[in-house]
């Protein structure tokens, strides 16, 4: 609740600019039956976020704005609120809502105001195992097959990436809107080269079934409307960036869940054996300032 005490925090890792991302509620929002009540608590966060959290240090501190996905036009209300903000750099997305995929024609409002604002949109996925989908309503890939959190919390995060990634590709969402920028957060990379691989195979032998997805899903990954963030402890990196691209995959550092590095996220992803200093140098800095459109006026010290 204080973000100056995650300053030196920042300091210590080697983190100049911070990207937050909510838990908790944020990961539950999306979730909620009552959508109007969904919809007074994102837009109560997103003033907390902007108005008090961020505002000690908005350079080095950027904000990810909550979204009630589940009513679509409220949440292109809430998206066009975002945009008038100048610390909020990113809108985040469930995976999934009460199981509906990402690429349902129900959700094409809100992309097309993010493509019409210009803000990227984040998917990021969550752990949830109790009910048919849920207590929040956002459940993940495999979890009711699961009898430890530990199996739920390693299947749901990549494994709910990868079919957000593979419906919004098949369901044609990225050559509807050929301006949208989608990332995929926190759910590692180096899957993306086998994903990759797997979709062009069942778009090509199976294309009937794939009439709105008109690039190879492939094209679609290396392309900048698409991005994935990365695990510091993923020794595949480098090859992920040599497959898919060097502008694709960005730096997380987690802080300060469980299972994060802290202060060793950036130290052990320079560490990687082969990767190369140039490809440090775009997953650690150049393609986040790229990806979220931050000019050096919008960092610290320029």
């Not at 080697?14 to 837009?43: E, P």
């Not at 009910?131 to 990549?158: D, I």
């Not at 994903?195 to 294309?207: G, I, M, N, Y």
Request: net charge negative.
């Amino acid at each position: 609740t204080d973000a100056t005490k995650r300053f030196p925090e920042m300091d210590e890792e080697g983190n100049d600019v911070a990207v937050i991302f909510g838990t908790s509620l944020a990961l539950m929002v999306n979730g909620m039956a009552d959508k109007a009540l969904a919809a007074a608590i994102c837009h109560a966060v997103n003033r907390w976020l902007v108005e008090e959290y961020i505002a000690p240090d908005p350079k080095r501190l950027k904000g990810v704005g909550l979204i009630p996905v589940q009513d679509p036009h409220l949440a292109v209300k809430e998206l066009e609120y975002l945009a008038r903000q100048p610390s909020i750099v990113t809108a985040m997305l469930p995976t999934n809502v009460y199981g509906i995929n990402l690429g349902h024609r129900m959700f094409d409002s809100v992309y097309a105001a993010a493509q019409e604002i210009g803000m990227p949109l984040s998917v990021h996925p969550q752990t949830e195992h109790d009910g048919q989908y849920g207590v929040w309503g956002v459940m993940g890939a495999g979890s009711e097959r699961m009898e430890k959190y530990s199996y739920v919390h390693m299947t749901s995060f990549p494994f709910e990436c990868m079919i957000a990634l593979m419906h919004m590709t098949g369901e044609g969402v990225f050559d509807r809107y050929p301006k949208l920028k989608v990332g995929f957060m926190e759910g590692a990379c180096g899957w993306v080269p086998f994903w990759a691989e797997r979709l062009d195979e069942h778009f090509e032998k199976l294309r009937p079934q794939w009439p709105l997805c008109q690039r190879k899903p492939s094209e679609i990954i290396r392309s900048s409307q698409v991005c994935f963030t990365c695990e510091p402890e993923e020794t595949i990196l480098p090859y992920v960036l040599d497959t898919i691209g060097i502008t694709q995959v960005m730096y997380a550092s987690d802080y300060r869940h469980w299972d994060s590095e802290f202060p060793e996220s950036v130290r052990k992803l320079t560490s990687i054996p082969g990767l190369s200093e140039e490809q440090k140098r775009h997953v650690l800095g150049e393609n986040a300032l790229k990806w979220f459109g931050l000019k050096p006026e919008d960092l610290p010290m320029g």
